[in-house]
């Protein structure tokens, strides 16, 4: 079926929107080392190659402008003794204070990558803005389904914000940011720390994030089989978080973000996103349903964006644009 002859119910999906001209070269370029669609039986590959890309602490210090280590944090009851979740903490070495910390959850589509993956741009943020950055190596689906991973990153929120004291950082002053799955992580525990409690955030960085199990938007059907994560790949790795509950009518708002009835109360919001990828009508319905319930949000959809096209082809003018516009965000967010 031509993707101009879907009918999702609520509307009818013309063809997909043109991808950025300098992007479209890069995805081609790229094309051939991402397979498309993921599937469960392509994870453990996708692992194993993704392994022998290892991201140094000397590379993650940027020239001696962070200090770099690797806590272990005992949480759950993941095996025998526990689970001991790795958060790879990176603190600036200028004695200026810094100006806040940053939470970062890598993306991965919820079944592969690591701590370190990704993490590069929020050093860059680090670097310009003064920042600490924290990332934690939250276990990954299938093997660890919902609430596992939403868990450890929560459990990793916790010994952030405990210790923003030793880290020089004023109380209040954390920042949960992600990409992809990453960035639905940053957004469920949001959720969590408004409903239990704490702890206090300044702000929540979503990029590109993946909110709704039942990836039925029409920019998921107008992407199908297009670009970098399709819909099928997208149903891949919701089911691999939620087994059969995927799309039922029981999924958590700390599993899928989208599901939340209410969006009020929440910090404010930095939400981006490709006019061109699966994630677009459901980050733009989140960042409208924020502004609907009273909160604040800054919603960027890129032009001609795929997902990930600022990683892919990061000296394209769109992808400067779009780094801007998030480093400009968070100066706005921290300003005395």
């Known amino acids: ?58 590379q993650l210090a940027r020239g001696g402008a962070f200090t770099v280590e690797t806590v272990s944090l005992p949480v759950g009851l993941g095996g025998p003794g526990g689970f001991e979740l790795p958060l790879v903490v990176c603190r600036p070495t200028s004695t200026k204070t810094p100006a806040a910390a940053v939470y970062f959850m890598h993306g991965g589509g919820m079944v592969i990558g690591d701590a ?6 929020a050093l860059e943020w680090a670097e310009e803005l003064g920042l600490v950055v924290v990332s934690p190596d939250y276990r990954l689906a299938p093997e660890n389904p919902h609430p596992t991973p939403v868990d450890d990153c929560y459990a990793g929120l916790l010994w952030t914000a405990d210790r923003l004291a030793e880290f020089g950082v004023a109380p209040g002053r954390t920042i949960v940011a992600g990409t992809s799955a990453g960035g ?21 960085m979503l990029l590109c994030p993946m909110l709704d199990d039942r990836n039925d938007t029409p920019s998921a059907w107008q992407m199908a089989g297009r670009g970098v994560w399709d819909r099928a790949s997208n149903e891949t790795g919701w089911t691999a978080l939620l087994g059969d509950q ?5 999924v958590s708002p700390y599993a899928a973000p989208a599901r939340a009835g209410d969006l009020s109360g929440l910090p404010p919001a930095f939400i981006d996103v490709g006019s061109a990828e699966t994630f677009r009508d459901e980050d733009v319905t989140y960042a ?24 892919m082809a990061p ?22």
């Open 246 to 250: 995927r799309g039922g009518p029981d």
């Open 1 to 58: 079926m031509a993707v101009s002859d879907v009918d999702t119910g609520d509307v009818r999906v013309g063809p997909p929107p043109p991808f950025d001209v300098e992007l479209a070269a890069a995805l081609e370029m790229f094309g051939a080392l991402l397979p498309q669609p993921m599937t469960l039986e392509v994870i453990r590959e996708l692992r194993e190659r993704m392994a022998g890309i290892v991201v140094s602490d000397e």
């Open 184 to 204: 639905g992580l940053a957004a469920a525990v949001a959720l969590m720390a408004r409903d239990r409690g704490g702890p206090a955030l300044a702000g929540q």
């Open 315 to 336: 000296q394209a003018p769109v992808s400067q644009a779009a780094k801007a516009a998030r480093t400009n965000w968070l100066r706005r967010l921290l300003a005395p």
């Open 288 to 311: 409208s349903r924020i502004w609907q319930a009273g909160g604040a949000a800054e919603l960027h959809v890129w032009p001609g964006g795929f997902h990930g096209f600022d990683l």
């Open 116 to 121: 370190r993956t990704g993490v590069s741009e």
